[in-house]
């Protein structure tokens, strides 16, 4: 099983990236639809609108954000199942992002609640 893989939605497609999986909730300003080679757009293993705006308006910190986010996505299973599936498979999964902060960003936080998931089945 693969880990997956992550990138920015701005960088060109590449054949090795697999199956491209938007992680955003709206749209990327400036990318068209036919431009970003998506196969899937997962809007609903991004964090909520409410989430979302309350890390953007600075009323929260990178630690409170990643713990919020994590019990989101813990509380809705179904929102990664088809992403654990593809894994599961061997397929090669990259989940792209527009955020400018490549060190801070809730792609990194999905992509590590994935190898957790990954790991906790590979142990069981």
Request: hydrophobic share 40%; net charge positive.
């Amino acid at each position: 099983m693969d880990s997956p893989r992550l990138k920015r939605i701005y960088d060109p497609p590449d054949r090795a990236d697999g199956h491209r999986v938007l992680v955003d909730r709206l749209w990327p300003r400036g990318v068209s639809k036919a431009d970003a080679s998506l196969a899937e757009w997962a809007k609903d293993a991004a964090p909520t609108d409410a989430l979302r705006k309350w890390y953007h308006a600075g009323a929260g910190d990178w630690p409170e954000f990643r713990r919020r986010y994590l019990r989101e996505l813990a509380q809705n299973p179904g929102a990664t199942d088809a992403l654990l599936a593809r894994l599961r498979a061997g397929e090669t999964v990259t989940l792209l992002y527009a955020s400018r902060d490549e060190s801070q960003n809730h792609a990194l936080v999905l992509a590590e609640h994935l190898r957790d998931k990954l790991s906790a089945r590979e142990r069981a």
